[in-house]
């Protein structure tokens, strides 16, 4: 059974920092790329950034581009999302997502979980 | 960036009713399309890929058509689990996959 499953966010202040983590299991992580997807409180889903099986290449979104850094870790079958330079426009929750896969969709998805930036 | 629009952004229906959800992109994706289902408090759920295929395990009711700019997501019969949010998403501009807006199906 395919597990992702989020952990590390919580209340920071704007301009503060954040590490998300995502442990996999149930598939061979090496062999797919991997996603992180947020969505804003009673907003739509948001891709963020993704990045290769071996690391090589990495995506994001203009609006994190410079802030945020996607790293993985095969060894360790785990996803990472580092935000730093954090706005309120980040409050979201945060999905670990398996893909892009077959047709370039996402076909795994943890249970997300929530980063919110306040003072 | 390709921009996805949906419609309608909310249905009212009741179960065993036909519901039928149309997403429309900015420019042609061919059949690069996907849906997603999503629960409340819950991750969205893969249903549909390459704009027509059935994900494994998803219900037969969940169809999608569609090319080019044009999708439609059909729930033949709508179940009682089925009252959720729908999402489409282009799966063309890779690495930049955008969702729609969203769908949501209310009880009527």
Do not use: H
Not at chain 1, 101 to 115: E, I, K, P, S
Not at chain 2, 53 to 75: A, E, K, M, W, Y
Not at chain 2, 82 to 91: E, H, K, P
């Amino acid at each position: 059974e395919v597990q992702l499953v989020e952990s590390g966010g919580g209340l920071v202040q704007p301009g503060g920092s954040l590490r998300l983590s995502c442990p996999a299991s149930g598939f061979t992580f090496s062999s797919y790329w991997m996603s992180w997807v947020r969505q804003a409180p009673g907003k739509g889903l948001e891709w963020v950034a993704n990045i290769k099986q071996d690391g090589s290449e990495k995506y994001y979104v203009d609006s994190v581009k410079g802030r945020f850094t996607i790293s993985r870790d095969n060894a360790k079958n785990s996803l990472y999302l580092q935000m730093n330079s954090l706005t309120a426009e980040d409050t979201a929750v945060y999905y670990c997502a398996r893909g892009p896969a077959r047709a370039n969709t996402f076909d795994y998805w943890g249970q997300g979980t929530l980063v919110t930036v306040s003072s | 960036d390709i921009q996805m629009t949906q419609s309608p952004s909310s249905v009212s229906a009741s179960v065993g009713d036909r519901v039928t959800i149309t997403c429309r992109a900015s420019q042609g994706i061919g059949s690069w399309l996907a849906w997603y289902q999503q629960k409340p408090g819950k991750a969205p759920k893969l249903l549909i890929y390459a704009a027509s295929s059935l994900q494994s395990g998803v219900p037969s009711r969940f169809s999608g058509s569609g090319s080019g700019t044009d999708f439609t997501l059909t729930i033949s019969s709508l179940q009682p689990e089925d009252f959720a949010s729908y999402y489409c998403q282009q799966a063309n501009s890779f690495p930049a996959l955008t969702f729609g807006g969203g769908t949501k199906v209310e009880i009527k």
